[in-house]
Every structure is written in structure tokens, then in C-alpha cells.
């Protein structure tokens, strides 16, 4: 009984039951045993229980074909006892020994428990969001700036003095004072003391003259994470809230800290008082212990990337304030590209950056910098790329005319570097000096595109370049040279982020974020709402897979790679891999027919 239950509640969604739950469902449960070729469901047959296998293997044949393989702890057929008959033949392949549960039993469960009925009743993207609410962090993802309390605020107008004002914000008790004109500006204590303490402005100076604007506002039913990447990007202390467009209050810093509880704040406080490399080293080690805490508190991986990759940006402009001398810093503008350079990167990869100069005359004296400034990365473990793409190499630091330069003869011999590098320029973002530089550079990249369509198809057909490691029998397809793993960054990451560049570049969408490409790309109607939901899902749940995979490997002092062992992750999760395959290979078939790759030799 003991071990029936620990494999009970080992397969989803049967975890998601109570202990007593589960108890009572144990005495509805029988074990059979069937030889290899004995046939388990008929066609047209109403199946009568719900089969879980323990050992052996089971396939399900569409006519003579075979269209699926179940294997150990997983169930079948939960569709067919919902139908009401079978439409497939279910025939034992290897000695079966499994347990049975009574259909009158499942579907009991399926009209007293909400969360296990969704499980077989909803859409991938459903399921997903199912799980997650049962996860440790349900209150933290769901959180709106709703629900949280919002601080009052006194509005003056502009010629107000500021002794008025004041006194009126300490009557009111509230925690700033807007000041209403053309644009809203905003007066805190740090303001007023900095008025009549540092400056000795006189009581009478009118209130709108020490206020500060542009002042960063977020929609009352906003997601509490967006206000923390909001004050975490613009370095600030509370948000104005707006409903239905009107002021309704102020979220204070401190209130959403409280609220999250992952220091994510405080270690940009430290990047920005950071003096030295040593400090900024110091600093950047700590990433992975927020990684940990918002990966075991389920945040979603695209969410948890924008966090650390505002911090890694931080980290980037401060080490080039450190390095770079100030008469320097309006001449260059230092971009990364990549994974970085798309807000995806979690762990610190490779670096992947460069460097447009505006006068290509200073180029020799800002690449004894931009060594330096790649070697010190280094050591704060950011590895050096291999193939060399980063600004020690002096092929990566140039001006913004050679780099056009250097896109058309990209177009003109499209070798697979040049594929490569045309593809991460586009993912390009500027972390330190100007960004017009970047954006006038991928304007240059989109117009030639349209003069190169054989380019822009050898783009779409890289998309193509890896076999998704999912078999015609969807079991998964090992590297038996890799301990039996799979590689889920060529079989479906790759696949995704590729494929959705080339559609941006097409578009000419220059969000750089996969997610927001896709989303962009719905509303171009590109493809429909559900796809883009099932598309943006896939790929986060691939992200979770490896995340989770690479933090083992951390764990273990392993060397940090793409491979996974299905073997390694719960039941579910192999559920939800081999889903988010399917729907890569979906997208590739979209690929494919939206370029006409098939008409393509």
C-alpha cells in the first residue's frame, strides 16, 4: 500500500489530490499483468479503467500505425474513457504490469477535484497555468499593484510655494506632492530637503521648479513584478498608479520589496555605489543565489531573465563608466547581442558585445580599453565567446560606416558566419552611450534584407538546421555520445528564437525579446492568439528545463552545457517537454510553408 501511494503520487496529476484523497482512491485501484502482444483497449471498445503502467511498455495503433508509445509512469487512456470509445488499438509491447483504476472512480475525481480535471481537459497552455497556481510563488506571480496598499498624494500647482505645498503634504499625511502642469512632475522629502538644506532655495520658491519629470506611472491592474522591473530599470523609489488613466496613488519602493522579498533591488543599489571592479566582481557572484530563489519560488524564466539581465546591464554600464575614461564615453556605444543582447540570459554565458565607434580614428586607443573591459568580465564569469565575438577583438569594434560596410558584404557572401553575425547585430541592444548608433545599423541590416530575399530564405531554413529530438513515436530521441541526454537548446530553444527573429526581421518588429517578438507578431496577425500562447509557453517551459538542469549541474561542479536527461525530471515535466516539442515541430512546418522552404533546393 505504502509503495502504491509513493507511485501514486508520483505521477500528475494524482499529486495534486490530498493525502486522504489519494487513500481513498487506493481502494478503487487494481494491479493486472498482461503478456507482450495481448491487446489492452480495442477500437470502439468503452474503456473501464484508467491504466497506469509500472513496467513495461504499451503502443497505441491509428489503423496499423503507430502514432504513440507509453512507457513507465505514464497513464492511458484517460481521452477514450472521456469520448465514451476508443477511436485506437492499445497493444501491450513489453510484459506489462500496471495499475488500474475504475472509471467510475476517474471521473469522480474529475467532477469533485478542479485542478486534476484541468489537466485532462485543457490546452497546453492551460495546463501550464495550472500547475503554476499550485506552485510556491501563486501569490507572488498573480500579484497585481491592486492588491497592495497605495500611498495618498497632495497635487499643487505649479506656482504653489513650496512651504504651502509642504505644509499641505504633512496635513494630508501623504508620501509626495505632484505637481500638475503640461507634464507631471514629482516633490519628495529628498527634494525638499535638497531645496532648502543643500541649495537654500527660499520657502517661497513656487513647488514646480524643484520638481522632477519625467515621472514613471504603472496601471492599477498591473502586475506587481512589472512595477519591480520598472523601479529596478529607472533606478527609482515609488510609481505613480493610474486608473482608467486617473492618479489613484503611489507604490512606494519599500511596499513592493517587502512584498517580494528577493533583494533584487538592493543589488542594484550596490551596482550603482560600487567604486571598483573588486566590488562589482563581488556583487555579480551573487546572481546566482537570486537565480535559485526565484527559480524555487517558480517564477517564470522570461520574467526572471528581464530581472537579471536589468542587472547584468547595470553591471555593463558600470564597468564601463569604471574602465572607460570619461572622454571616451560619448565616443563609443557598447552593445551586446545574443542572449543578452534579447533579455534571455539567466546564467552568465558567453559574451557576446561590441563596440560602434563614432570617430573610427580612436579606434586603437579605445580597444586597449575594451581588452581590458572584456578581461575583467571574465573574470566576473562571463566566459569569452568562442568565436570570438566580443570587443577584445578588434574586428568588433568599429565605425558605424564600416559596420554597414560590412553587413553588405554579408549579403553579397552569405557563408554561415555571416548568417550568424547578421543574425546577432539584429538582437543587438546598447548598454552604455548612445543607441542611435545600433538602430541606424539594424534600419541599414532591414533594408538590405529586401534587396536579398535568397538571404533572408537562408535565414529562415537555419531555423530548420536541427532535428527536434522527438521521435515519429514521440518517444524522445538520446545522445547515447552524451550519457543518454538530449540537447533542448538545438531541439526546441533554438528553433524558437531563430524562427521568430527571422519573422521579426521581416516584419520589421526591433523588439529584441523572443516573447515580444511573438507578441508583436499576434498582433500583425501573423499568426493567431492561440499559437502565439502555445508558442510562448513552449519556450518558457524549455528555458525552466534547462535551468533547472544547469543548476544541478552547479550543484554537481559539472561543466555547464544544453543537455537534459528526461530521466532527471518529474513525470509531468517529460509531459510538458514532449508538448513543447510538438509545438516547435508546428512551428517549423509554419517556417517552412511561410518562406516556401519546401519550393527552396
Known amino acids: 500500500m505504502s509503495n502504491l501511494l509513493n507511485f501514486l503520487s508520483g505521477i500528475h496529476p494524482f499529486e495534486l489530490l490530498s493525502e486522504s484523497e489519494l487513500e481513498e482512491t487506493l481502494s478503487h485501484i487494481d494491479i493486472g499483468y498482461y503478456k507482450r502482444g495481448?491487446?489492452?483497449?480495442?477500437?470502439?471498445?468503452?474503456?473501464?479503467?484508467?491504466?497506469?503502467?509500472?513496467?513495461?511498455?504499451?503502443?497505441?495503433?491509428?489503423?496499423?500505425?503507430?502514432?504513440?508509445?507509453?512507457?513507465?509512469?505514464?497513464?492511458?487512456?484517460?481521452?477514450?474513457?472521456?469520448?465514451?470509445?476508443?477511436?485506437?488499438?492499445?497493444?501491450?509491447?513489453?510484459?506489462?504490469?500496471?495499475?488500474?483504476?475504475?472509471?467510475?472512480?476517474?471521473?469522480?475525481?474529475?467532477?469533485?477535484?478542479?485542478?486534476?480535471?484541468?489537466?485532462?481537459?485543457?490546452?497546453?497552455?492551460?495546463?501550464?497555468?495550472?500547475?503554476?497556481?499550485?506552485?510556491?510563488?501563486?501569490?507572488?506571480?498573480?500579484?497585481?499593484?491592486?492588491?497592495?496598499?497605495l500611498h495618498s498624494v497632495t497635487f499643487a500647482k505649479p506656482d504653489e510655494s513650496l512651504q504651502s505645498a509642504v505644509k499641505r503634504k504633512e496635513s494630508e499625511k501623504s508620501s509626495a506632492i505632484l505637481v500638475e502642469g503640461s507634464e507631471i512632475s514629482i516633490v519628495t522629502d529628498t527634494n525638499i530637503r535638497k531645496s532648502l538644506v543643500l541649495e537654500e532655495q527660499p520657502l517661497s520658491t513656487p513647488v514646480g521648479e524643484i520638481g522632477i519629470k519625467p515621472v514613471q506611472t504603472i496601471d492599477f491592474e498591473d502586475f506587481l513584478f512589472n512595477a519591480l522591473l520598472l523601479i529596478t530599470k529607472h533606478q527609482i523609489k515609488r510609481l505613480v498608479v493610474l486608473k482608467e488613466g486617473k492618479i489613484v496613488g503611489i507604490l512606494e519602493q519599500m511596499d513592493i520589496l517587502s512584498y517580494f522579498s528577493n533583494h533584487s533591488h538592493l543589488v542594484m543599489v550596490e551596482i550603482e555605489k560600487a567604486s571598483s571592479v573588486e566590488e562589482l566582481l563581488s556583487i555579480s557572484n551573487r546572481f546566482i543565489s537570486l537565480i535559485r530563489t526565484l527559480h524555487e519560488k517558480d517564477v517564470k524564466v522570461r520574467h526572471s531573465a528581464k530581472l537579471i539581465n536589468e542587472l547584468n546591464i547595470k553591471i555593463y554600464f558600470k564597468l564601463a563608466n569604471?574602465?572607460?575614461?570619461?572622454?571616451?564615453?560619448?565616443?563609443?556605444?557598447?552593445?551586446?547581442?545574443?542572449?543578452?543582447?534579447?533579455?534571455?540570459?539567466?546564467?552568465?554565458?558567453?559574451?557576446?558585445?561590441?563596440?560602434?565607434?563614432?570617430?573610427?580614428?580612436?579606434?586603437?586607443?579605445?580597444?586597449?580599453?575594451?581588452?581590458?573591459?572584456?578581461?575583467?568580465?571574465?573574470?566576473?564569469?562571463?566566459p569569452e565567446c568562442d568565436g570570438n565575438i566580443m570587443v577584445s577583438n578588434p574586428y568588433w569594434v568599429d565605425s558605424l560606416e564600416n559596420f554597414k560596410i560590412r553587413i553588405l558584404e554579408?549579403?553579397?557572401?552569405?557563408?554561415?558566419?555571416?548568417?550568424?553575425?547578421?543574425?546577432?547585430?539584429?538582437?543587438?541592444?546598447?548598454?552604455?552611450?548612445?543607441?542611435?548608433?545600433?538602430?541606424?545599423?539594424?534600419?541599414?541590416?532591414?533594408?538590405?534584407?529586401?534587396?536579398?530575399?535568397?538571404?533572408?530564405?537562408?535565414?529562415?531554413?537555419?531555423?530548420?538546421?536541427?532535428?527536434?529530438?522527438?521521435?515519429?513515436?514521440?518517444?524522445?530521441?538520446?545522445?547515447?555520445?552524451?550519457?543518454?541526454?538530449?540537447?533542448?537548446?538545438?531541439?526546441?530553444?533554438?528553433?524558437?528564437?531563430?524562427?521568430?527573429?527571422?519573422?521579426?526581421?521581416?516584419?520589421?518588429?526591433?523588439?529584441?525579446?523572443?516573447?515580444?517578438?511573438?507578441?508583436?507578431?499576434?498582433?500583425?496577425?501573423?499568426?493567431?492568439?492561440?499559437?502565439?500562447?502555445?508558442?510562448?509557453?513552449?519556450?518558457?517551459?524549455?528555458?525552466?528545463?534547462?535551468?533547472?538542469?544547469?543548476?544541478?549541474?552547479?550543484?554537481?561542479?559539472?561543466?555547464?552545457d544544453n543537455y537534459l536527461n528526461p530521466n532527471d525530471i518529474s513525470s509531468f515535466e517529460r509531459v510538458l517537454l514532449k508538448d513543447s516539442f510538438r509545438i516547435v515541430e508546428r512551428f517549423k512546418k509554419f517556417i517552412t510553408h511561410h518562406f516556401s522552404l519546401d519550393r527552396i533546393s
Open 38 to 149: 495481448e491487446t489492452l483497449i480495442s477500437i470502439d471498445s468503452s474503456p473501464e479503467k484508467l491504466y497506469m503502467i509500472l513496467k513495461g511498455r504499451v503502443l497505441e495503433f491509428e489503423e496499423e500505425k503507430v502514432v504513440s508509445i507509453y512507457n513507465e509512469r505514464e497513464s492511458l487512456d484517460a481521452k477514450s474513457i472521456l469520448d465514451g470509445v476508443s477511436k485506437n488499438r492499445f497493444v501491450v509491447d513489453e510484459e506489462l504490469l500496471c495499475y488500474e483504476l475504475s472509471k467510475e472512480k476517474f471521473l469522480k475525481l474529475l467532477q469533485t477535484h478542479q485542478s486534476f480535471k484541468n489537466y485532462y481537459m485543457e490546452s497546453f497552455v492551460k495546463k501550464i497555468g495550472s500547475i503554476r497556481k499550485g506552485g510556491a510563488l501563486s501569490l507572488f506571480m498573480v500579484a497585481k499593484v491592486s492588491n497592495i496598499f
Open 322 to 382: 569604471l574602465i572607460f575614461p570619461k572622454e571616451l564615453h560619448s565616443q563609443i556605444s557598447l552593445f551586446v547581442m545574443g542572449s543578452e543582447g534579447r533579455r534571455e540570459q539567466i546564467l552568465k554565458t558567453d559574451q557576446d558585445n561590441g563596440i560602434i565607434l563614432k570617430n573610427s580614428l580612436i579606434r586603437d586607443e579605445v580597444l586597449k580599453y575594451a581588452k581590458l573591459f572584456s578581461s575583467k568580465l571574465l573574470e566576473m564569469g562571463y
Open 410 to 560: 554579408f549579403f553579397e557572401n552569405p557563408t554561415p558566419q555571416a548568417l550568424l553575425e547578421l543574425s546577432i547585430i539584429f538582437d543587438g541592444e546598447t548598454v552604455f552611450g548612445d543607441e542611435k548608433p545600433l538602430l541606424e545599423l539594424k534600419e541599414h541590416l532591414l533594408n538590405k534584407l529586401q534587396d536579398f530575399q535568397f538571404v533572408r530564405d537562408s535565414l529562415a531554413k537555419a531555423s530548420l538546421s536541427f532535428e527536434t529530438p522527438l521521435s515519429f513515436f514521440k518517444n524522445f530521441i538520446l545522445d547515447s555520445k552524451h550519457d543518454n541526454e538530449l540537447d533542448i537548446k538545438k531541439g526546441g530553444i533554438f528553433p524558437i528564437v531563430h524562427g521568430v527573429r527571422i519573422l521579426a526581421m521581416e516584419k520589421r518588429i526591433f523588439q529584441t525579446n523572443t516573447v515580444e517578438r511573438i507578441k508583436e507578431l499576434n498582433n500583425l496577425e501573423v499568426f493567431n492568439r492561440e499559437f502565439a500562447s502555445e508558442l510562448m509557453e513552449a519556450f518558457d517551459t524549455l528555458l525552466t528545463l534547462r535551468l533547472k538542469a544547469r543548476l544541478q549541474k552547479i550543484d554537481d561542479e559539472k561543466e555547464l
